[in-house]
């Protein structure tokens, strides 16, 4: 990554169970999440796409590949941020995601911004 664009977008992701969507007796845990992208750059950003690995409590990684986040590929000013809800169904009640986004800015540079890992646990499932 070209050194112009080190640092220059801030994730931060808030994450629930959501027991209402979930069915553990059928081994289904689904949780939401809400994320942050923040421009801090000088030039605006275009998010392309989105890969994620989440691991369940077994230490299965399942890979999820797709274009932009909620079907919108944003075009995020500098100073101004993009919030997205989406959701994960996971076969057990903890587990992890972590990923990257992959952008392009203004000027034509393509480049990846990791998002960091978070956790997806049921409340007061043991681990």
Same mark, same amino acid.
């Given at each position: 990554? =070209?050194?112009? %664009?080190?640092?220059?977008?801030?994730?931060?992701?808030? +994450?629930?169970?959501? =027991?209402? !969507?979930?069915? =553990? %007796?059928? $081994? /289904?845990? &689904?949780?939401?999440?809400?994320?942050?992208?923040? $421009?801090?750059?000088?030039?605006?950003? !275009? /998010? /392309?796409?989105?890969?994620? /690995?989440?691991?369940?409590?077994? @230490?299965?990684?399942?890979?999820?590949? @797709?274009?932009?986040?909620? @079907?919108?590929?944003? %075009?995020?000013? #500098? @100073?101004?941020?993009?919030?997205?809800?989406?959701? +994960?169904? %996971?076969?057990? #009640?903890?587990?992890?995601?972590?990923?990257?986004?992959?952008?392009?800015? $203004?000027?034509?540079?393509? &480049?990846?911004?990791?998002? =960091?890992?978070?956790? *997806?646990?049921? #409340?007061?499932? *043991? $681990?």
């Amino acid at each position: 990554m =070209p050194a112009v %664009l080190e640092n220059t977008i801030e994730i931060s992701v808030h +994450c629930r169970y959501a =027991p209402e !969507r979930s069915a =553990p %007796l059928k $081994n /289904l845990w &689904f949780f939401i999440y809400r994320i942050r992208i923040h $421009n801090v750059a000088t030039q605006s950003v !275009r /998010l /392309l796409s989105r890969h994620w /690995l989440i691991t369940n409590a077994e @230490g299965v990684v399942s890979e999820v590949y @797709g274009a932009g986040v909620v @079907g919108e590929q944003p %075009l995020i000013a #500098p @100073g101004e941020a993009f919030e997205y809800t989406s959701a +994960c169904p %996971l076969d057990s #009640p903890f587990g992890m995601m972590r990923g990257n986004y992959t952008m392009i800015a $203004n000027d034509g540079t393509h &480049f990846d911004v990791a998002i =960091p890992s978070f956790s *997806l646990s049921q #409340p007061h499932a *043991l $681990n």
